[in-house]
Each structure stands twice: as C-alpha cells, then as structure tokens.
C-alpha cells in the first residue's frame, strides 16, 4: 500500500513549519533507532526514525514549507528504499569518485586556508591514522583499520547518509582508505596554500564523476560539510559528524 502524502504542519509553540512521514511498516524493524540525513534549503538536518520521520522545515511561510516539501519527500522515499535493498558493493570506481566529493569540499577552502600550522597537525594526524600508531591494541592491521574508522568514518558515514546509501563492510574498509587519501591530499594542498603556492592544482582530475545512480539510492547531489580547523587537527576519535554545508 502506498504511503499517504504528507502535509507540512505549523509548530503550535514556534509556527515553524515541520513536515513528517510514518515508516513504512515492513521497514520499521530495521529503521527504529537509525539516523538519517535530509538536505533542506541547503542545509543538512538529522532525523531519528521511530514509528515516523520528523524534520523541521525551518519556515514559518506556507508557500516556503510547501516547496520545501517537494524537496523533502524524494528524499523520504530514498530512505525507504535503502532499507528495501541490501547493502550495496561499489566498484572501485564508484568509490574513488565518491572520495573526491571529500576532496573538493576541501579543497574549495583554498582562498583562505588560515596558518600552515593546522595543515601540518593534519597531515600528522592523518599519518597516525594510516599506520595505527594511536592505538596499542591488536596486530598491526586491526590498529590500521580501527585507526582509519577513527580517523575518516565520520566523513565516510556523512557521505553515505546524504545519499542514503547502505554498502556492505569490504565496501566500507575501500571507503576509509580512498576518503583518508583524498583528504591527506586536499591537506596537503592547503598547506601549499597557506604558504602561498597557488599554482593550479592537477590531483583534482584524478577523480571521476560520481555514477552511484537513485536506483542505487543515491539522494540528488549536494555538497558536503566540512568541521571546523580545530575539530579536524584534533581528531583522535570517531565524531558526531555534525557538519554544515561543504
């Protein structure tokens, strides 16, 4: 059966209007408790599933939250689709392209990329990462991959769930090493940058065009978010990944 279409609703409290949907019943098993990602106006919100989807359309116009709506609901129905199919396997292609989304966004910091400082604890950390040097548990390669999950899954796990897309654990571990290589480059750019080297950058054209088609649930393309300089030169454990648009 066919889900209703939902209306936007006005917050009694606020008059900020909202816009929520049920779970499709043979979904709700797998989807409570899960968190997804919907782009509204630009920006990316987060939503708890329940026995309903529930975001906030951050409008007090109707005709504003109407369109909204619109926006929205492909999206909605994305979500479900990625519980009704299994994990996905990327080609490395696929992979590779999706890590270049992580490049760019960084990278579009280069006309102020503040002091070669924070680039430099980066890259270090980045380093840690890739030889599980901060962590002293497990063989060498059980620190490696616990180091890059620490390290890139945030970003990883941000990308996957603006596209709604599910992807099986060998997908997974492809994921953190072409994300950690693409974010060391873009790291490393900007480090140029700050120093004042603008020469044009090259590496970009590695990367190919994303091709992870809606039938693979994929939401529409929109850009990433990026964590604030501090967060990023910190980042010696798995975080929120509460970031604004890239």
Do not use: C
Not at 25 to 48: D, E, N, Y
Not at 94 to 102: D, N, P, R
Not at 200 to 221: G, I, L
Request: charged share 30%.
């Amino acid at each position: 059966m066919a889900l209703a279409m939902p209306s936007p609703y006005k917050h009694s409290s606020t008059g900020v209007y909202w816009l929520r949907q049920r779970v499709p019943a043979k979904h709700k098993a797998q989807a409570r408790g899960q968190t997804v990602s919907v782009m509204i106006g630009g920006k990316l919100s987060r939503a708890k599933l329940g026995d309903e989807v529930k975001v906030s359309l951050g409008t007090k116009d109707p005709a504003e939250a109407k369109r909204l709506t619109a926006e929205v609901l492909p999206q909605f129905n994305a979500i479900w689709d990625s519980f009704a199919n299994a994990p996905a396997r990327l080609t490395h292609k696929q992979i590779v392209a999706l890590s270049g989304e992580a490049y760019r966004a960084f990278s579009a910091l280069e006309d102020d990329p503040g002091d070669p400082e924070i680039w430099q604890r980066v890259r270090s950390a980045n380093e840690a990462a890739f030889t599980g040097d901060i962590l002293y548990i497990g063989n060498e390669t059980q620190r490696h991959e616990e180091a890059m999950r620490r390290r890139f899954g945030a970003f990883v796990d941000a990308t996957l769930q603006r596209k709604h897309l599910r992807v099986d654990e060998q997908t997974y571990g492809k994921l953190l090493e072409q994300f950690g290589k693409a974010m060391d480059e873009a790291s490393e750019l900007l480090h140029r940058r700050s120093l004042g080297d603008y020469r044009p950058d090259t590496n970009s054209e590695r990367f190919p065009p994303v091709t992870v088609e809606p039938r693979q649930n994929a939401a529409s393309h929109k850009r990433l978010t990026i964590i604030r300089f501090d967060q990023l030169a910190r980042r010696d454990r798995h975080p929120s990944a509460d970031w604004g648009p890239w």
